[in-house]
């Protein structure tokens, strides 16, 4: 089946210790997003790919960078993690951009920070 | 920016019953989507919508665009336990971007 996939589904990174969470797709979908959800709130955008091109949201800190290195696979890379970050990091996938393009999310990646 | 107002934030019902929680926003939209999220899970697509007016069926579960195009529903028929999770609404503009309601939390007694 034709699905988003989350690696690793919990990770457990210390306070400040660089951390990369990955992303990989069969869909053969040209957009990538990666999103943050904290408990009992909705995902939040930090940014996403329209195939290479990288799109940053205004208020996603310098602290979260992305990597698409082919189609299949984006990368989330958090840099100094602090408490604050540990959240659920959700991955989600549309074939194209604009009306008639859902995302579909992967199974997300737990993130404790230590 | 645009926001949705999700409703209700919580609900508990007994299984069996039919439930109904809605989205409305001061903006137009031009396409809805519900999603439904269990624990520790990301968010599973269950029905998109495309056109004002639309009525669309899955299952036990129906929702409308409205007519308006800045407000949309969702019913649940007939109650079961796995109903139980997280249901968000979410409107997409004329951007790729998703607007997210807040959730609404299920909770289904049997």
């Known amino acids: 089946d034709a699905m988003v996939i989350q690696n690793p589904r919990y990770q457990v990174t210390q306070f400040g210790k660089p951390v990369t969470l990955s992303c990989s797709q069969t869909l053969n979908h040209n957009v990538m997003y990666w999103y943050q959800q904290k408990s009992s709130q909705a995902p939040k955008l930090l940014f996403h790919?329209?195939?290479?091109?990288?799109?940053n949201e205004a208020d996603t800190p310098d602290n979260f960078q992305s990597r698409r290195p082919n189609t299949s696979f984006c990368f989330l890379d958090i840099r100094s993690p602090g408490l604050g970050d540990a959240a659920m990091y959700l991955c989600a996938t549309s074939r194209q951009v604009g009306r008639g393009n859902e995302q579909f999310f992967g199974p997300g990646t737990r993130l404790t920070v230590l | 920016g645009q926001q949705l107002n999700q409703s209700p934030q919580s609900m508990f019902i007994q299984e069996g019953e039919d439930v109904s929680m809605n989205c409305t926003s001061s903006s137009i939209f031009n396409t809805w989507l519900w999603y439904k999220q269990d624990p520790g899970e990301g968010p599973v697509l269950l029905i998109a919508l495309y056109k004002a007016g639309e009525l669309t069926s899955n299952g036990r579960l129906t929702a409308q665009f409205g007519i308006t195009r800045k407000d949309s529903f969702l019913n649940i028929s007939a109650s079961i336990p796995s109903d139980v999770g997280i249901y968000f609404c979410a409107g997409q503009g004329g951007s790729e971007k998703l607007v997210f309601g807040k959730g609404t939390k299920l909770t289904v007694n049997p």
């Open positions: 790919y329209y195939d290479k091109d990288f799109n």
